[in-house]
């Protein structure tokens, strides 16, 4: 008997797991599933111990990547951005600019540091203020909200 491959919805799950664990590492706190201000939602939004949000675009295979290409209007809000894919996935197809992760259920590896392109203070302070009254609400058991900006 065969297992059954994996499909692509626990891929995700699995690389965006591994993504979490890997910035944890690195010494990030993440939330996944943020609504942007402009109503895209990011698969995972990290803060850095200095103040410094970074969104991971995770991509479970090379049709997924292909058929979003939503990825560039996540970087007005974010000082850093990243895709983060399955070790399998072939990643000379995404652009050079952004970070790069490759990530398993377990962890993960930066293969490309997420250059800084930092935000504008007023738009850093009011995603800021976001990010914690979204931990916050989450933490208390109420999920939706959006970030303003």
């Given at each position: 008997?065969?297992?059954?491959?994996?499909?692509?919805?626990?891929?995700?799950?699995?690389?965006?797991?591994?993504?979490?664990?890997?910035?944890?590492?690195?010494?990030y706190v993440a939330l996944a599933e943020v609504t942007l201000p402009n109503g895209r939602r990011a698969d995972l939004m990290a803060l850095s111990?200095?103040?410094?949000?970074?969104?991971?675009?995770?991509?479970?295979?090379?049709?997924?990547?292909?058929?979003?290409?939503?990825?560039?209007?996540?970087?007005?809000?974010?000082?850093?951005?990243?895709?983060?894919?399955?070790?399998?996935?072939?990643?000379?197809?995404?652009?050079?600019?952004?970070?790069?992760?490759?990530?398993?259920?377990?962890?993960?590896?930066?293969?490309?540091?997420?250059?800084?392109?930092?935000?504008?203070?007023?738009?850093?302070?009011?995603?800021?203020?976001?990010?914690?009254?979204?931990?916050?609400?989450?933490?208390?058991?109420?999920?939706?909200?959006?970030?303003?900006?």
């Open positions: 008997m065969t297992a059954e491959p994996f499909r692509r919805p626990d891929i995700t799950a699995s690389v965006t797991r591994g993504a979490a664990r890997l910035l944890a590492h690195l010494g111990s200095k103040g410094e949000l970074l969104i991971v675009e995770v991509k479970s295979s090379l049709e997924d990547y292909r058929v979003d290409r939503k990825w560039p209007e996540y970087v007005p809000y974010c000082d850093r951005f990243a895709f983060a894919v399955p070790p399998e996935f072939p990643q000379d197809f995404l652009p050079e600019g952004p970070g790069l992760l490759v990530c398993d259920g377990f962890g993960g590896a930066v293969l490309r540091e997420a250059p800084a392109e930092p935000l504008a203070g007023a738009r850093r302070k009011a995603l800021l203020i976001g990010f914690a009254r979204l931990a916050a609400l989450r933490s208390a058991g109420v999920t939706a909200m959006v970030l303003e900006t």
